[in-house]
């Protein structure tokens, strides 16, 4: 995929949530109820995380084509990056008190 095409669609999200982040400003300033701010709030971490994850495919693919273009063994390559994007895909957090960790119950823990 175009670098400058990548560049370009981090960009435009990032522009989205600082848009999204003047409007949360501007609820509270206006004393909007949380029941109102709480979604927004939950809609910028939610963009937030997804500008992770393709800044992070983005940062894996380039890692894969150097790993190849330096003779290493692509099967290898790709099962290393796909644990990779695995935890950045199911890293989840809340406010930053409440994190799903990965454990064989699948529980979440208060940290």
Do not use: C, W
């Not at 206006?30 to 500008?51: F, M, N, Y």
């Not at 099962?79 to 008190?97: H, R, V």
Request: aromatic fraction near 6%.
């Amino acid at each position: 995929m175009n670098k400058n095409y990548e560049k370009e669609k981090l960009l435009r999200r990032i522009r989205i949530i600082r848009g999204q982040l003047s409007a949360i400003e501007r609820m509270i300033e206006e004393e909007k109820t949380p029941q109102e701010i709480l979604p927004q709030l939950t809609a910028v971490r939610s963009a937030i995380h997804h500008v992770s994850v393709l800044e992070t495919q983005h940062y894996v693919q380039n890692e894969i084509d150097k790993s190849i273009e330096q003779g290493g063994e692509q099967n290898e390559v790709y099962e290393a990056i796909e644990k990779l994007l695995d935890l950045n895909k199911n890293a989840l957090f809340f406010a930053g008190d409440l994190e799903r960790v990965k454990t064989s119950d699948s529980r979440i823990r208060f940290r």
